[in-house]
Each structure stands twice: as C-alpha cells, then as structure tokens.
C-alpha cells in the first residue's frame, strides 16, 4: 500500500519509523510519503490559513495550498488501478472510524491523509477532489482535537497491521474475528500469583474446552459491563 499524508507538522510522523509499522516499511509493504503543506504555500511567511469568511473565531486553511499539493500527489503518483487514489481528511464531522473500515480501507492500493488544523479547510477543497475523484471525512471519535495529525496516526496503525505480511502471526488477527464484536477477554502471564492475586484457575486447568468458554463469558460480562452498546438487541 502507499500512503500520502499532507501536514504543516511532518515531524508527528516520525513515529511510523518504530514498531510493527516501522518494520512494515522498511520491508516495503507500506510505503509512506509526509509532505508539509507549507511547501506548497508561496508567500514571504508561507501561510496556509486566512479568517473565515463570514466572520467567527479561528483560522480556516486556504484552499490554495491544498490544491498544489494534492494535485502534485495525484500526478506523481503510477496509480494504474482502475479507481482513483481515496482521500481521507479526518474530521470531527465525518463518518466514526470502525475496524469494519480499517479493514476496508486496508484494500486500497493508495490512501492519501490531509490533516487540517484550526477551524479546519476551506470546503472547496473536499468538494474539489470529490467531484475528480474519492474523498471520505473520517472522525476517530467525538472529542476535539487541535488537528487530524493524532487521528491519521491512529488510522495508519489500524490499516497498517492489516496489510498481509505485516503481522507475524496471522492468528493474532483471527483471534480478533473470534470475538467479534465483543470486547477482550483479560490476559495473564507468568507468575501465576503476584502481590497474592492468583491467575484464574480455569486459564491454568490446561482445558482448552473450559478456557474458551471462560473467555467467552469474561468477554461478554465486560461487554455487557461497559459497552452495551456493541451488544445486539
Ligand atoms: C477531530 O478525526 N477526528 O475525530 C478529528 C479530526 C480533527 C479534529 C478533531 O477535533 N475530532
């Protein structure tokens, strides 16, 4: 997969250099080009955002910019396939980020992410690509943050690990599907007692039978506990 992310803070996404996704790239199964807005902004300061028209607090992101920008993106890029690149601007407006959409967006061949900042961009610019190509506002959630950057981080981590190669066991995606739909059940690790809190017996039993339907129950009084909602009816 390729990604683009288009930020006037390049520097967030340094940490796609670490972990699981960092091992991912240099592999070469995602690759990840960050842009700074800012070289596509001309002026003495090179400004990317104005007041908003009509009036009101904040800063708008000027549409100029953007549109250097992802038109550069688009046109450098060999996107042979058959749709056009998607464009993902998160967006406390958009439609709430799910692992059904991770795993969606995990078959696309090129995402590119703009991250807005201040009130956010001029809606000319979402209109623009939508009308050449394919656009999507999505939120991580329903809480204010100061820009998209956090939220493409997060979305890039949930398709990343996804891509086939990228997680070295694939059993650890399985054991997901296993309880879909539920919250996880709690783990242990060795000791099997510490500051004399003892790991359930059943984990211990060696019955694989009496393990599962353990966890199942777990992952269901969890559900039922603190997200009713993820449960159907
Ligand atoms: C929020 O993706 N989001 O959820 C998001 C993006 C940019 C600003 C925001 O306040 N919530």
């Known amino acids: 997969m390729r990604t683009d992310i288009v930020t006037i803070f390049p520097s967030y996404f340094d940490t796609l250099e670490l972990s699981l996704l960092g091992k991912a790239k240099s592999r070469g199964l995602l690759e990840i080009h960050v842009h700074d807005l800012r070289d596509a902004a001309h002026d003495r300061h090179r400004t990317v955002d104005d007041t908003p028209t009509g009036g009101g607090a904040g800063m708008v ?6 549109g250097e920008m992802l038109d550069g993106i688009l046109d450098s890029a060999d996107d042979t396939d058959e749709q056009p690149p998607l464009i993902i601007f998160p967006s406390p407006a958009g439609e709430v980020f799910t692992q059904a959409m991770a795993r969606e967006l995990a078959e696309e061949p090129h995402l590119i992410f703009g991250c807005g900042r201040y ?3 001029d809606q000319r610019v979402f209109d623009e690509y939508a009308d050449r190509g394919r656009v999507r506002l999505i939120s991580m959630g329903d809480y204010v943050l100061t820009g998209g950057e956090v939220a493409v981080l997060a979305m890039i981590e949930a398709i990343g690990r996804l891509l086939p190669g990228v997680v070295g066991n694939p059993e650890s995606l399985v054991e997901e599907s296993h309880e879909q739909g539920l919250l996880e059940y709690p783990s242990y690790t060795k000791p099997a ?22 966890r199942h129950e777990q992952a269901l009084e969890r559900t039922k506990r603190v997200r009713p909602d993820l449960l159907p009816g």
Not at 61 to 66: I, L, Q, R
Not at 200 to 211: D, K, R, V, Y
């Open 193 to 214: 007692k510490w500051r004399g809190r003892e790991v359930p017996a059943e984990l211990l039993s060696g019955n694989h039978a009496a393990i599962a339907q353990w």
């Open 119 to 121: 009130e956010g961009i």
């Open 61 to 66: 992101m000027k549409p100029e910019p953007w």
